[in-house]
């Protein structure tokens, strides 16, 4: 069996977000021993799923891995990569393909969002509010997860206050939460973009945030995720890890 990983990120029309996720992933690929390593993007970004599939057929892989690079499980990771990749494996019927599941909920990846926060901020005051932004989903698994994060956050950083809103696809909407939110903080806002890469939709978060400093509020963005090692261990995890029935992975197809 010849072994190849074949990288899924979500895809942006931002060429720095791009950038920053193709760049991330070359920093995986130097830590996985595996013979064939591919990047994808399931949309907006080039190439897409079937290319990087076909790169690694070309390259003898007879074992596909596929390691989407999302945060939570959500339509993209339970319908769109399984849609993209199934006439792939109507086309391949002898190659073996193999999904990784997305992140999660981990303990790890909210305690990293601590640390991203007191990186930027020094100590965390109780007065604090944190605003916690996800890209959204019309997927209601979303919501237990941000009220899992949320928790998780209160409990490392001890703010007064903690609210969750969402870029699109469900609601509270982000316009409506840094509103909220900034009507009646006591002390700083925070605003920590639950997203791994810069792109569009952060885009959109650092434009307001810029606008209410200029006004003289007390407001803050973190950086993404992805800025933070953690991140890059499980993605390397994802790639090189054994007993997979384990881990969450889904056999497409024998």
Do not use: W
């Amino acid at each position: 069996m010849t072994k190849a990983i074949l990288y899924v990120g979500h895809g942006t029309r931002s060429k720095k977000g791009a950038e920053e996720a193709k760049e991330f992933l070359g920093r995986v690929i130097g830590r996985v021993d595996a013979p064939i390593q591919e990047i994808s993007f399931l949309e907006l970004t080039e190439p897409y799923i079937p290319e990087g599939f076909e790169r690694c057929v070309a390259k003898g892989a007879t074992e596909i891995t596929v390691v989407p690079i999302f945060l939570l499980t959500a339509g993209h990771i339970k319908e769109d990569i399984p849609e993209a990749l199934e006439p792939l494996r109507v086309k391949y019927p002898e190659v073996c393909v193999e999904i990784a599941p997305a992140f999660g909920v981990q303990e790890r990846i909210v305690e990293a969002i601590s640390e991203l926060v007191r990186a930027a901020v020094g100590k965390v005051d109780a007065a604090d509010s944190i605003l916690l932004v996800g890209r959204g989903s019309s997927d209601p698994t979303i919501h237990e997860a941000f009220a899992e994060i949320k928790a998780g956050l209160g409990l490392r950083l001890g703010v007064s206050r903690i609210e969750v809103c969402f870029l699109a696809a469900t609601t509270p909407l982000f316009a409506e939460g840094i509103e909220e939110i900034s009507s009646n903080a006591r002390g700083r806002v925070l605003v920590v973009p639950y997203l791994l890469f810069a792109g569009l939709l952060l885009s959109e978060v650092e434009r307001e945030v810029r606008i209410r400093r200029r006004a003289g509020q007390d407001i803050l963005l973190m950086e993404p995720l992805s800025r933070h090692g953690v991140i890059q261990d499980i993605v390397v995890e994802r790639a090189s890890v054994s007993g997979k029935e384990e881990a969450g992975f889904a056999t497409v197809n024998h």
